[in-house]
């Protein structure tokens, strides 16, 4: 999940949008506005069109950062509350300022246009691997983020509806589409799709494992069975496939096995005693012994 305010913020969707061009013209001015004066949406919109177009390099897609760093700078200067934007002369300069911007964003987009160099689908999973953790569990090739614990019910997923249609356009195979609706905790869909991936000849470690956090995250009892089993068929095709060897700890842990749990997560620091992830398996080891 995202800090943004979505109160005030741009919501994902209206990000995306804005990168699509399919904004109305009044709603693009006031996204524009937003844009100048607030961090996070503006690294939210650098981040999609990382995703969209990875072809641009880091400069283009700083030149949104640089903007801002200017902007920030004319802040300083004047000392001027953003609470005073009403001022006419600041007007002014934000309008100049959202011509650029929407000048650096055009120039991105003609240089994705020309570019037109397709990426992968599992390159679009990756990025947004490395913006959110959705589960305690771990998908496979996922980086470490750490877990952010939110105040009663579970989070809900984060939406990225609009890039359904750019994995589609990519050809993404059952494994991708199920890992794109995974990581977005759409278990309605992400299950059927990994269900067959996992049927075709030589479904390997990965989409064993991914299943398993599938059916280990879907708040299903009936499924939460079959998420064990998955694991151990991930890790018979990889035995030192740590995402596996992690997840069937945890798998253990919700399933009340205490004991199984605690020589599962001696196994996995066994494969692996020096990354984030096993910080965090060493601190649930921990945990268990008291
Ligand atoms: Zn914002
Ligand atoms: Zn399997």
Redesign the pocket.
Known sequence: MSDRDHGQCLTDETLTEYLEGGLEPAVKAASEVHLISCDECRNQLAFFMRVLQPDVTLEEANSVKAIAAQWGKKTDNRAMPQRKLMFPRLLVALASVAAVLVISVMLVWIVRERAAEPKSASEVVQLLLTQNRPFESRMAGEPHRPIIRTRGSESPGVSYSLLAGEMTRLSANSHEMGRFYLLQKDFGRAIPYLEIA?REVG?GAA??ND??VAYLESGNAAQLEKAG??FL??LQEDKSFAAAAFNLALFYERTNAGAQAEAQWKRYLELDANSDWATEAWGRLQGLSH
Do not use: D, I, P, R
């Open positions: 996992e479904a989409v064993h299943l398993g089993s998955e068929h991930a």
